[in-house]
């Protein structure tokens, strides 16, 4: 992406939007995203979605029993539950009492659901980073570093000093920081019994559950607007260059018939697309935030009837979504997706020639992967562009939030009482 595709879109300087929000921090704008008639509706429909009892996205609303089997990770496959344990201990050691009290859920708290990908603060779920000391942020980073793979971990920091990159430019720092995400803990930290921690702000969420040594890692969001930092501390970073990449080949890897099965929508915003497929804040991705309970019929075409030459590109796409998770966990996720190849379905909305902008779709039991190109929300364009872009990944079928996996570790804890 050139430096100009991006900048082109800078809105000018007395744009009264930009103006009218100008020196709020996120919990001023939290109120006055309210009363915007663009985010106001937002949080008024989202609003409708949380809190709901959780039960799992579905692809016909009915979940899939005996999925995910609670038991000791296969070798090499285990979580780094230890060294999680070791960082969150250390932070919460050093957390004032209310801190403490604050950062601090059950479990199976409903407020894991509320989590959320916008600039805007809906819910203030845990400790805000942008409030808290270096020294606090540092512990909370060395849970998720812990957590992570060194990849995964460079990532998600990309997103954030991405995200204070665009409140720089724009003149929003107060509201789009490097900082300006929650952070949360549920549950004891322990190497037996379940816990977890959730980060979330704009363009990144992250929610993290191990259960003595698997771990479950979704719902997870990422996304950038724009993708790169050109100037500054951290110039030079860019993000989502190999997915997007890896979705344009699969999608060319296709004989003419088989693009043709994939492609559920030639445009971005089709003529043909029923009322409520595409949403003013998700646009065309599906299992987003407050999306815990959705529908999401399979849509395209079979994985299992690609053919040679396109196989390894779906692998490409899975391990580029997995890469964030550490390496036993990675290939415990990437197998468990394998495994259900015969039942995966891949999907298209867009072109798939240079340049073009799209949103992909791969849709299991056990898995759903998308990527989607977006308008401007603090840049102009008013078409989709290839330097916005938003990722999620989810596990269907109950164990988002690991939420299966934990009900079975309490049910065996029942039986063994």
């Known amino acids: 992406m050139s430096v100009q595709e991006f900048r082109q879109y800078l809105f000018p300087a007395d744009d009264e939007r930009i103006n009218s929000v100008k020196g709020l921090d996120a919990y001023q704008y939290r109120e006055a995203a309210t009363k915007d008639p663009f985010t106001g509706g937002l949080i008024d429909g989202w609003k409708k979605l949380h809190p709901q009892p959780f039960s799992g996205v579905t692809s016909d609303g009915t979940r899939i029993p005996g999925l995910f089997a609670l038991g000791d990770a296969r070798p090499g496959e285990e979580a780094p539950t230890a060294a999680m344990v070791d960082a969150a201990d250390t932070l919460l050691a050093n957390l004032t009492p209310e801190q403490a009290e604050r950062i601090r859920y059950a479990i199976d708290a409903v407020e894991w659901q509320s989590w959320a990908n916008p600039e805007f603060m809906q819910y203030d779920t845990g400790l805000r980073l942008e409030a808290l000391d270096q020294e606090t942020r540092d512990r909370i980073f060395s849970v998720i570093e812990a957590s992570l793979s060194d990849d995964g971990f460079t990532l998600i920091r990309d997103l954030m000093r991405i995200n204070g990159f665009l409140g720089d430019v724009i003149g929003l720092s107060g509201i789009m920081n490097e900082f300006s995400y929650n952070f949360a803990i549920y549950g004891e930290p322990s190497e037996v019994s379940p816990w977890g921690w959730q980060i979330f702000g704009h363009h990144a969420a992250i929610n993290c559950v191990v259960v003595g040594t698997q771990l479950v890692m ?31 080949q699969l999608m060319n890897s296709l004989s003419r018939p088989m693009q043709e099965r994939a492609l559920i929508y030639a445009e971005m915003v089709d003529p043909d697309m029923p009322e409520g497929r595409f949403h003013p804040g998700d646009e065309r991705h ?22 040679p030459e396109s196989r390894p590109l779906v692998d490409a796409i899975v391990a580029d979504f997995t890469g964030y998770l550490p390496s036993g966990p990675a290939a415990a996720r990437r197998r468990e997706i394998s495994d259900h190849y015969d039942d995966t379905w891949f999907s298209w909305i867009g072109g798939w020639g240079p340049g073009d902008v799209f949103y992909y779709r791969l849709q299991s039991p056990v898995v759903v992967l998308e990527l989607d190109h977006h308008t401007g929300v603090f840049l102009s364009n008013t078409t989709p562009a290839r330097f916005h872009i938003h990722t999620v990944m989810r596990t269907p079928n109950g164990n988002d939030y690991a939420r299966d996996l934990v009900c079975q570790f309490r049910e065996s804890r029942r039986e063994n009482a």
């Open 286 to 307: 599906l299992a987003g935030a407050f999306q815990d309970n959705r529908v999401i019929p399979y849509e395209g075409v079979r994985v299992s009837e690609l053919g």
């Open 218 to 248: 979704t719902p997870v969001f990422f996304g950038a607007e724009p993708n790169c930092i050109d100037e500054g501390p951290f110039v030079g970073t860019t993000a989502f260059d190999d997915r997007i990449e890896h979705g344009r």
